[in-house]
């Protein structure tokens, strides 16, 4: 639009206002319905073919989901500038203010001055697959990995983008080329987006091995107790009151007492037993701080209750792969809860 008064023979006020209030009768008469967007453009073409010297431009919007369409329209100013008119026949609300195309609109967070647009949220939120309690930790993590990957230069191997994309997959029991493409359909996620985000994910993994070697063998001599191998067993159900019967009795029977309860038809009350070896974090949460021969609950649990017994524990292997990948996964966990916490994070969404 031309809005130089020097170069352009406007009108003066007292006719400019006469000009504003024509614009509005127009615009409040162009068609709501966003099949006839082409007669709304053909009006004002023709309404602005009288009047040049306003340069009038007209705006449509035609929001996804609806068939109606709203209109601005735009006025070279006499004195300069442009005056933007918008005009809403039915509620009151112009579809600029019904948008609302707030500087933030479009943003869920910034962390450090790093900002996460809603569009990346919502497929972070896809790429989760779950419903996770820690839903807006994680997106603060994701953002603040974004600007912690920016600033790497270095070109991805062909290995890395195929890890990446390999853990993608088998993390959503993706197993096939034909049900990874099924999926990308199902979610409306072009082949393109899928593999920048296999590469984001592939540079976070660069990140993520910054943690192995010494700092996963200082975080695991700082925290043994962490990585410790819990032998135990556990059982979940709906109500806490069978749980609490079952714990009845030695801990080395807790299994046998569960097992002898699920066999009658009709009488296992909805209970379900677990049996695990592992490293502690990886248990329920409820069991892993339980020493050897003693039992945990009935506790609530993952939306229902939990009971069980820990047989066992066994001191960290230092030279376990198995050990080192958990203390490089927590010594990076470590650095990302302290970079959260210290991180000025500005939400725009709530």
């Known amino acids: 639009m031309r809005t130089d008064p020097e170069t352009t023979a406007f009108r003066p006020g007292p006719a400019f206002a006469a000009d504003l209030a024509d614009a509005v009768t127009l615009l409040r008469g162009l068609p709501p319905a966003r099949d006839r967007v082409a007669d709304a453009h053909r009006r004002v073409r023709d309404w602005a073919a009288r009047r040049p010297w306003l340069h009038a431009d007209l705006v449509v919007d035609q929001p996804p989901g609806t068939t109606r369409a709203g209109y601005d329209l735009l006025l070279a100013h006499p004195e300069g500038g442009t005056v933007a008119l918008s005009a809403e026949v039915d509620d009151g609300v112009p579809w600029l203010v019904d948008h609302s195309t707030h500087w933030a609109a479009g943003k869920v967070l910034s962390v450090d001055g790093h900002e996460l647009p809603v569009a990346t949220a919502l497929f972070t939120l896809r790429a989760l697959g779950a419903r996770d309690p820690r ?125 002898t309860a699920l066999l009658p038809p009709g009488d296992a009350a909805g209970l379900r037993l677990e049996a695990a070896a592992t490293l502690t974090p990886r248990l329920p949460e409820p069991l892993r701080d339980v020493p050897a021969g003693a039992a945990a609950g009935p506790v609530p649990h993952d939306g229902g209750y939990l009971a069980g017994v820990v047989y066992e524990v066994v001191p960290p292997d230092p030279e376990a792969p198995e050990v080192l990948d958990a203390a490089r996964d927590a010594a990076f966990q470590a650095w990302l809860d302290e970079r959260r916490r210290t991180a000025e994070i500005r939400w725009f969404w709530l």
């Open 135 to 259: 839903l807006h930790e994680r997106l603060v993590d994701h953002c603040v990995l974004l600007g912690e990957i920016e600033g790497d230069p270095e070109p991805l191997t062909a290995a890395e983008k195929q890890r990446a994309a390999d853990g993608f997959r088998l993390r959503r029991g993706l197993t096939t080329r034909t049900r990874t493409l099924e999926w990308l359909a199902e979610t409306g996620m072009s082949e393109e987006a899928f593999r920048n985000h296999v590469e984001t994910q592939a540079r976070i993994a660069r990140v993520r091995e910054r943690f192995a070697g010494e700092p996963a063998r200082r975080h695991l001599a700082e925290h043994p107790e962490h990585f410790t191998v819990r032998r135990a067993a556990w059982v979940t159900g709906p109500r806490p009151e069978p749980l609490r019967a079952l714990l009845h009795g030695p801990a080395a029977e807790f299994a046998n007492r569960v097992t």
